[in-house]
């Protein structure tokens, strides 16, 4: 498609192996998508930024891909699989916008992003990045749940952290299922606030939480930089859950200034 209406105002269907392809740059489609195959409906998006507005439905799969951003605005709802390969970006453009019935699986170099918008999510297996943070903010909060279970095939999660000497907010990753595999969470201009070491270990606000089993207590691991504290290093803090921490001050540091 060349243009936000060239597919009309009715309802689209896609069937089995077909695909709609987005061949300029900053379309929005406010039509109805219904996935009515079993095999990959696909949106290409050819290395455009595009938006899909209207509600997607159905029991079919869908693949996005073309090396692009596909923005969904909608409230889907469709049970197939949702598969982000080829260097593409699936975004959110507003909260619950990803289908609650869907497993998304993130291929190697594409991204899952939720600028910000909480979303709910069938299952994840992440072989690529899953980035939760308002893009171009330093607001955090931003909550991504996975019904299902959670499987980190060497990939990475971006959160926003906010932590102060009095409080701590963050965007955090919640796994009502199990989790596995290795996962390196990371920020992405380092934490933010004036939290500062203190003579006990101290932790941030929740980056990660798992209701199931976790195979590991490193199955989600991570650094970032403070302002004033140093390095914060992702642990585990107790049995379900992972957050930031800063260790205790050494002796030497309470005797650097004598």
Do not use: C, R
Request: no cysteine; aromatic share 4%.
């Amino acid at each position: 498609v060349g243009s936000s209406t060239a597919l009309g105002t009715g309802t689209v269907t896609m069937a089995d192996d077909t695909e709609i392809g987005f061949v300029a740059d900053n379309l929005d489609l406010a039509n109805d998508l219904v996935l009515s195959g079993t095999e990959d409906p696909t949106l290409n998006t050819h290395g455009n930024t595009a938006t899909w507005s209207g509600n997607i439905s159905g029991t079919g799969i869908l693949t996005v891909n073309g090396s692009g951003t596909l923005i969904t605005k909608g409230s889907n709802s469709y049970s197939g699989a949702t598969n982000v390969v080829d260097n593409t970006t699936l975004q959110a453009g507003k909260a619950d916008t990803f289908s609650a019935n869907s497993e998304h699986n993130i291929e190697s170099g594409s991204t899952l992003a939720l600028d910000g918008y909480s979303q709910t999510i069938a299952a994840l297996s992440n072989s690529g990045t899953v980035d939760l943070h308002k893009l171009n903010s330093d607001d955090a909060g931003a909550i991504l749940t996975v019904s299902g279970n959670y499987a980190g095939n060497n990939g990475k999660l971006i959160v926003n952290t906010v932590w102060n000497t009095d409080s701590s907010t963050s965007d955090k990753l919640v796994i009502n299922g199990d989790a596995s595999g290795s996962t390196t969470v990371s920020t992405p201009n380092g934490i933010i606030g004036n939290v500062v070491q203190t003579n006990a270990q101290i932790y941030s606000a929740d980056v990660v939480t798992i209701a199931g089993t976790d195979s590991s207590d490193t199955t989600f691991t991570g650094s970032a930089q403070t302002t004033n504290a140093g390095e914060a290093q992702l642990v585990k803090k107790d049995a379900n859950t992972y957050a930031w921490t800063l260790y205790a001050k050494s002796s030497d540091d309470d005797n650097s200034g004598s």
